[in-house]
């Protein structure tokens, strides 16, 4: 569930803006694929906060993250998260609605690991035991209707995670197997109503 964003929030990696509430978590447990190896928690996890407003969506994310590496020119080799939107939540890949923003923890983002996105806002920052990143997505981009209290878009959260150099070692999927062409197994992301908690 998304909450209404009724004050502005910084796109700076600083969560603290975004009060307390329980987030959606990405682990090996709530994970539905796990992909080359099985993470421990504090290796390879995610908690997931979204927002919306008349203009955008916006997301948090905390990972657990012990050893942050950035050393590829793929995005996808590196620790890295992926916000996967269907925004018209008809399960058809490959349409203008489709997305699959990445954001690494050194801040490169992309969509679909290569095409660039001047449109989407993004920062990270390292934090005692991994990394934080908040990302503002425009509606304009995304394609899918602007956004109103009751909308639903498809959505996934994916997190590859590399601990050695050369390639990634571990990748969650939250709902699905596939967050580039996988929107008919997405989970629901709906915006609500409810404003963000103090």
Not at 71 to 78: F, I
Request: hydrophobic fraction near 40%; avoid cysteine; charge should be negative.
């Amino acid at each position: 569930m998304a909450r209404l964003a009724d004050r502005p929030l910084a796109i700076d990696g600083d969560l603290s803006d975004w009060g307390v509430r329980p987030p959606v978590v990405l682990d090996k447990d709530s994970a539905d694929t796990v992909a080359r190896a099985v993470p421990e928690i504090a290796d390879s996890s995610a908690d997931l906060w979204a927002a919306w407003d008349g203009q955008a969506l916006y997301f948090a994310v905390h990972v657990r993250d012990d050893a942050i590496v950035e050393d590829s020119t793929d995005v996808w080799r590196d620790d890295e998260i992926e916000l996967a939107i269907d925004g018209a939540n008809d399960g058809l890949p490959a349409g203008s609605d489709d997305h699959q923003i990445t954001v690494n923890a050194d801040g490169r983002k992309t969509d679909f690991g290569t095409l660039p996105v001047p449109q989407v806002m993004a920062a990270a920052r390292p934090v005692a035991g991994g990394w934080d990143v908040e990302v503002m997505i425009p509606a304009s981009f995304l394609q899918g209707g602007m956004p109103v209290a009751g909308k639903r878009m498809g959505f996934s959260l994916g997190l590859h995670d590399d601990d050695d150099g050369d390639d990634w070692d571990s990748y969650l999927i939250w709902e699905g197997d596939n967050n580039a062409s996988g929107s008919g197994w997405f989970g629901l992301l709906r915006l609500s109503s409810a404003p963000l908690p103090p």
